[in-house]
């Protein structure tokens, strides 16, 4: 779930200010309400998203790689480039309104940090007119594989299940989830947990290994927040998490770590290789069940105060199970619900 306020402030901070970061609230985000059918708790109409959230990102909604328009802005200046997504502000828990945020992505501005300019985040209500416009370089998805900026392997061993892809109350987290993936582990018969699921260490998932997705340099770390009691919520609890930026303005955040379990090299200024161990899944923060939130974030560098928001990003050579189908091998993929995956054939 999500708050009011940009729970990667203390991102902003090292990136923009050369700190270590602030102590404001962390991402906030739910998994399902335990002992309920995956995904059920919000019943956000998928269809309302920017994006689908199966198949590689060129099959999406929120930025086919022929999706390239023309803004022409209430200043006079124009905006073109590639739109990513399209974000709804009407269906946002927190401050909801008539406005949309169009992602454009311009190849030309990729570029290290703190060059990058290569998202232009652009609020409806300062459009006047929108046409397509002709392909200008680059498309997002082939810069994001070439750059690596990709899920190299899936942060749990084993095989893990998706219980909240691109839909639901991702949509409505302020444009902080809108391309996130809550995943979890289950038994033989699709059950999250045993017993009745009152504690922590009832769910499959509860102390899982979790290992890097990516490469990168680790921006933010957030290590000692408790654990919550299955089926609570606090709006102002804090995530454990560990943020990871890959290229440019563009990172990888985890998020619910257990309290306590994040090991001290992984620390603000660390390299982190892909498949180092994180720490271990757990129910910090703003969520109901244990569970591993993932998610692509990108700076906006124009907002006032500054922002991310979650971006589309594909996985790389991940096994894909959905509606009980034998196993395949899929080069770029992204997740939908109830989709089970893994870095290994299953």
Not at 94 to 120: I, K, N, Q
Not at 143 to 164: C, F, N, Q, Y
Not at 311 to 336: D, T
């Amino acid at each position: 779930m999500a708050s009011t306020r940009d729970p990667f402030l203390p991102l902003i901070a090292l990136l923009v200010c050369a700190g270590p970061g602030c102590d404001a609230p962390q991402a906030p985000d739910a998994g399902v309400d335990a002992g309920g059918d995956a995904g059920t708790d919000a019943g956000v109409d998928a269809g309302r998203d920017a994006g689908s959230d199966a198949g590689s990102i060129e099959d999406a909604d929120a930025g086919p790689p022929d999706a390239w328009v023309r803004l022409t802005l209430r200043d006079g200046r124009f905006a073109v480039g590639e739109r990513i997504a399209l974000y709804d502000h009407a269906i946002w828990w927190w401050e909801p309104s008539d406005e949309r945020t169009h992602a454009l992505f311009d190849p030309a501005g990729l570029a290290e940090w703190p060059e990058d300019r290569s998202l232009r985040f652009i609020s409806s209500r300062d459009v006047l007119a929108e046409e397509r416009a002709p392909r200008e370089g680059e498309t997002y998805r082939d810069a994001m594989r070439s750059r690596g900026i990709v899920l190299e392997r899936v942060p749990l061993d084993g095989v893990a299940t998706v219980i909240t892809g691109h839909e639901r109350y991702h949509l409505e987290e302020n444009g902080y989830g809108d391309f996130a993936w809550d995943l979890v582990r289950t038994d033989d018969r699709g059950d999250r947990f045993r017993g009745a699921g009152a504690s922590n260490d009832d769910f499959f998932v509860w102390g899982a290994q979790v290992l890097a997705p990516v490469a990168g340099v680790v921006v933010e770390v957030v290590r000692d927040a408790p654990d919550q009691t299955p089926g609570t919520l606090d709006l102002d609890a804090v995530n454990n998490l560990v943020g990871i930026q890959v290229y440019g303005g563009y990172h990888v955040y985890l998020l619910h770590f257990e309290q306590g379990s994040i090991p001290p090299e992984i620390e603000v200024g660390a390299r982190v290789e892909v498949g180092a161990p994180l720490g271990r899944v757990g129910n910090s923060g703003v969520s109901l069940e244990p569970h591993l939130h993932v998610t692509a974030l990108a700076v906006d560098r124009d907002a006032d105060p500054l922002r991310t928001w979650s971006v589309p990003c594909e996985w790389r050579g991940v096994w894909v199970s959905s509606g009980g189908r034998r196993a395949r091998l899929e080069p770029h993929w992204v997740p939908s619900s109830d989709e089970r995956l893994s870095s290994t054939s299953f």
